[in-house]
């Protein structure tokens, strides 16, 4: 990881994190409610999808990165996107964590929600997580109302049957046990681009709109999010399988346990892993003909494939 990303990533991690903690804890809500919703928001996520916002608002705007680190600021601009992203990412944890879902008893080393409140406090925090992000692109403080409409759909069509939604109940039709045999490179894409894509692209367009890009560089900043979110996804696999349970903080090998189609499993380990290389490579070039200083961004590719949980 660059030295300049990992900053960005710190910087961005920190202020996130406040605006989190400082907006979850103001709710008016039954205290069991927002103890379900703190525990499955405040632990210790890599917030990667608040830090996507922030850089592409960083590179459309012309913004020193540098300029993160505080709560003011120019990037107070992004600040409702990126509590939005980091709600509707971790309401979708808690919902896949679920029996009737991928049924994992750990989330980022922890119990998952439903072990820690059971279960129908965790669907319950998860609803509640979902609704409260839409609520933060709706703060006229944040933005124009312009520019909460469009915040909206781009939350919106990355959530919902089109979105992860959709890809959730595609992964579950490739779990039938008819299925798993049958399902080829092109479907498991299908799926992924759906079920974690969509909120990447969503992270990068939302940051671009914050900073009032241009069509031309909002689509390439989608186009870039395509491909990190399949390079993301691909790793995913590659770690279940050469990663430890205390590194991954789930289950490692659930995904095999669970009899899911993997890259790993279609391509094979190292095709896989060249894979991903690919996909970084493909993601690098997209954003290379952009204006500004892409550093940050390429740093985030480079970091989503050279991971290690």
Known sequence: MSDSFARFQLNASRRVNQQLERRLSALAAPETLVEAMLYSVMNGGKRLRPTM????????????????????????????????????????????????????????????CHIAFGEAMAVLAGDALQS?????????????????????????????????????????????????????????EAIHRSKTGALIQAALTMGAICGSANTATIERLRRFGELI?????????????????????????????LGKPTYPALMGLDAA????????????????????NTDVLAGLANFITSRSH
Request: glycine share 8%.
């Open 53 to 112: 916002a922030y850089a592409a608002f960083a590179l459309v705007a012309d913004e020193e990165p540098d300029r993160l680190s505080g709560q003011n600021g120019p990037f107070a601009a992004v600040d409702g996107s990126a509590v939005a992203l980091e709600l509707l990412h971790s309401y979708s944890l808690v919902h896949d964590d679920l029996p009737a879902m991928d049924d994992d008893d750990l989330r980022r080393g922890k119990p998952s």
């Open 132 to 188: 409260m992000a839409f609520e933060q692109l709706c703060d006229k403080r944040l933005s124009s109302a312009e520019h909460s409409a469009l915040l909206l759909t781009e939350l919106a069509r990355a959530a919902g049957p089109a979105g992860m939604v959709g890809g959730q109940v595609l992964d579950l039709q490739a779990v039938a046990p008819t299925a798993v045999s049958q399902v080829t490179i092109e479907q498991l």
């Open 229 to 257: 979110g399949l390079a993301f996804q691909v790793v995913d696999d590659v770690l279940d399988i050469t990663s430890s349970t205390e590194q991954l903080g789930k289950q490692q090998g659930s995904d095999q346990a």
């Open 273 to 292: 892993r060249a894979y991903a290389r690919d996909l970084c490579e493909q993601a690098t070039t997209e954003i290379s003909a952009l204006p500004g």
